[in-house]
């Protein structure tokens, strides 16, 4: 017998031993099967070491055995002045006895169907294009991978080049350090908020380190999220865009590394797109993740809105209409702003949830017209700037195989915003011995 059912905290330690068998098996030299039992709670900590979050999964149980998984993550999209609720779609997966019964397909739609239902504006997830395409997801955004060498560090600035930053591991108690950070998320012109509570566990997670960057003087300048023994950087948050090069300089020598890649810069992030396009030595595109949009008036509002705060953007307008029936006037007016609204009137074209996600949020969007040849201002406009940190995913491509500074500080800090929405000018944050308080927040 088959029963669906949403979780409950009686069920977490089963969903947590469940998802660790399916995602970690591997077979041992002498044939057997063995599984990493703390695999999901070292990777997404703030998810799996908290009961809480049971309710966030829907479950299919056959004949009372545990056998397929599909958790929804609510996540708070800040994009520009808009806040969008957005459905991570994470934890896909059916035990090994059991595929090819359908039920990845039947708990997808039913969560799908859900998140729909209860409002969300649009749903993301990562993993095979084609598997989720069914799904109405496709390709989204732009990830940029920078590389920057010892080369380019010796032949911007020298062979004995030392500007004097200094970078230490951020732990758990250094609340002053965790408060920065939080407050650096917050004022990000398109960003998750995130829990001040659980912020630490959220920069563990796919097994990052936090790190924090002080000047010679000893001044806080930002923080990345390093991988990979460090050759990898993501999530990088200097305070300054314009001394990123100095910072990865005096990085890469005190790591005697040849290489670092930076990963996940956001295409509205202009100030710094420009420092690291200014001494890297490559950059090569991938995509974000994958999404699929409920509600496109709100999603198309934000990231339209967004993007002309960024660059400018021709005058113009299009009507296109959607497959759940919206039909919109996309609007770039002459003063630069935007606007979406609804319309009867006729649309240039009507496109399933695939096809417009790929015209205007896809990677693809860069070098094609995707099959529909838009009026020259309108094709200017994509693709829209979708970006997602690293960090706040729920998911990776691992996960959709279907079982495949010290109490009393003040800071306040100037923000470089050149090219970048809002001109994020000064925090002001107290510590109190125990907490931050946010005393002051000057940004959008």
Not at 410 to 438: C, S, W
């Amino acid at each position: 017998m088959t029963e669906y059912k949403i979780a409950t905290e009686a069920d977490f330690a089963a969903i947590v031993d469940f998802s660790n068998d399916v995602f970690s098996r591997r077979k041992t030299p002498q044939g057997t099967a063995e599984y990493d039992h703390s695999f999901f709670q070292n990777l997404l900590p703030k998810v799996y070491r908290d009961p809480s979050t049971a309710h966030w999964h829907r479950l299919a149980y056959e004949d009372g055995v545990l056998c397929g998984c599909v958790a929804t993550f609510p996540l708070e999209y800040h994009v520009g002045a808009y806040v969008l609720r957005c459905a991570g779609i994470g934890t896909v997966g059916v035990s090994h006895a059991h595929r090819g019964r359908g039920y990845m397909k039947h708990l997808m739609k039913e969560s799908l169907c859900s998140a729909e239902e209860q409002g969300y504006d649009f749903a993301l997830l990562g993993g095979l294009r084609q598997r989720y395409a069914h799904y109405g997801f496709e390709l989204a955004g732009i990830d940029p991978v920078f590389s920057f060498t010892a080369d380019n560090a010796r032949y911007l600035f020298g062979r004995e080049a030392n500007f004097g930053y200094a970078f230490r591991v951020i732990t758990r108690e250094d609340e002053a350090l965790l408060d920065y950070a939080y407050a650096q998320n917050e004022s990000a012109p398109q960003h998750i908020r995130r829990t001040r509570e659980k912020l630490y566990d959220t920069l563990l997670s796919f097994e990052s380190t936090p790190v924090a960057v002080f000047t010679a003087g000893g001044e806080y300048a930002g923080y990345f999220l390093m991988r990979q023994g460090g050759a990898s950087l993501w999530e990088l948050r200097p305070l300054e865009c314009a001394h990123v090069l100095e910072i990865l300089s005096d990085y890469i020598r005190q790591n005697e590394l040849s290489e670092i890649q930076i990963y996940r810069v956001g295409a509205h992030e202009t100030a710094l797109l420009r420092a690291l396009g200014a001494g890297c030595e490559d950059c090569a595109l991938r995509r974000c993740d994958s999404i699929r949009v409920f509600r496109y008036e709100t999603t198309l509002r934000a990231y339209l809105a967004l993007r002309a705060a960024t660059m400018p953007l021709p005058q113009g307008s299009v009507v296109l209409g959607f497959e759940n029936g919206e039909v919109l006037r996309l609007s770039v007016l002459a003063d630069g702003k935007s606007a979406v609204e609804k319309t009867d009137d006729t649309p240039l074209y009507n496109l399933s949830h695939s096809d417009a996600v790929k015209l205007l949020f896809g990677p693809f969007a860069l070098f094609s017209d995707c099959g529909y040849p838009l009026p020259a201002a309108p094709r200017a406009w994509f693709p829209l700037p979708f970006a997602l940190p690293r960090v706040q995913q729920f998911e990776n491509h691992l996960l959709h195989l279907d079982g495949r500074v010290g109490a009393g500080e003040v800071f306040a800090q100037p923000f470089t915003g050149e090219g970048d929405i809002g001109l994020h000018r000064l925090f002001l944050l107290h510590h109190n011995g125990e907490h931050g308080i946010l005393v002051q927040l000057t940004g959008l």
